[in-house]
């Protein structure tokens, strides 16, 4: 069946660094790939998604390329910022279903 | 944007009282939405698939006598932890995706946190 593994956290990084969090799907056709993020206390937010191979979903000055070669879907940003500490979940959601599949998600604490 | 509506945020009673945690679509039409539960350090699980007008679909291992879902309207959907005990305190969210965007992504509530006393 479908599945998602993202590297475990916690991350901790300083400010102004560059960060990568890994996922890494298994699943059967094309599916869409999202990244979620928590912030502490809310609920989930769509930070980007991608519905294609080679798609790159960007916001907020994250970035994710859909590679479809190593059934990838890893999150970067060049510079963290102390606000960008949160909990931050792969998903995909494959072509015949409704829900979301998600990874354990990995926890990013960003110092100042 | 979309935004979904989830109440209460947050919500503590005494074993054995029920719960009703309501799931709104503000300014869109949701013929489905989706229950979550998310225990501590964990991801999303599924429990279940509401679909309005019509009896819910539980994932495996989810109690449908425990775990009450109404979708009675196209905006609406309700879960019930009915006869609440201790290891039903958790994290639940629910989502909505607008009638008709098959590809779209879903819109996830703020969550409600249950703690039983």
């Known amino acids: 069946g479908n599945s998602v593994t993202q590297m475990e956290g916690p991350v901790t990084l300083s400010e102004e660094a560059f960060l990568t969090i890994n996922c890494t799907y298994t699943?059967?056709?094309?599916?869409?790939l999202f990244w979620y993020v928590q912030y502490p206390g809310e609920g989930l937010q769509l930070l980007l998604k991608?519905?294609?191979?080679?798609d790159k979903g960007s916001n907020k000055g994250f970035e994710a390329t859909y590679r479809k070669e190593t059934t990838s879907f890893h999150l970067e940003k060049g510079s963290v910022q102390v606000s960008d500490s949160a909990v931050y979940f792969c998903a995909l959601r494959g072509n015949s279903q409704g829900n979301l599949i998600f990874g354990k998600g990995t926890k990013l604490s960003v110092k100042p | 944007g979309a935004v979904v509506s989830q109440h209460p945020s947050w919500v503590i009673c005494k074993s054995g009282t029920s719960v009703k945690i309501e799931c709104r679509s503000l300014d869109f039409q949701a013929t489905t939405m989706f229950w979550y539960r998310q225990f501590p350090k964990q991801s999303l699980m599924l429990m279940a698939t509401s679909n309005e007008g019509s009896k819910a679909t539980y994932e495996q291992g989810v109690e449908k006598d425990k775990f009450l879902i109404n979708h009675a309207s196209l905006t609406l959907s309700t879960l019930t932890v009915t006869s609440a005990h201790p290891e039903d305190s958790s994290f639940y969210i629910c989502?909505?995706?607008?009638?008709?965007?098959?590809?779209?992504?879903?819109?996830f509530g703020d969550g409600t946190r249950l703690s039983i006393l």
């Open positions: 991608a519905t294609k191979a080679d």
């Open positions: 989502s909505a995706r607008p009638a008709g965007t098959a590809n779209q992504p879903q819109h």
């Open positions: 699943a059967t056709g094309y599916p869409s």
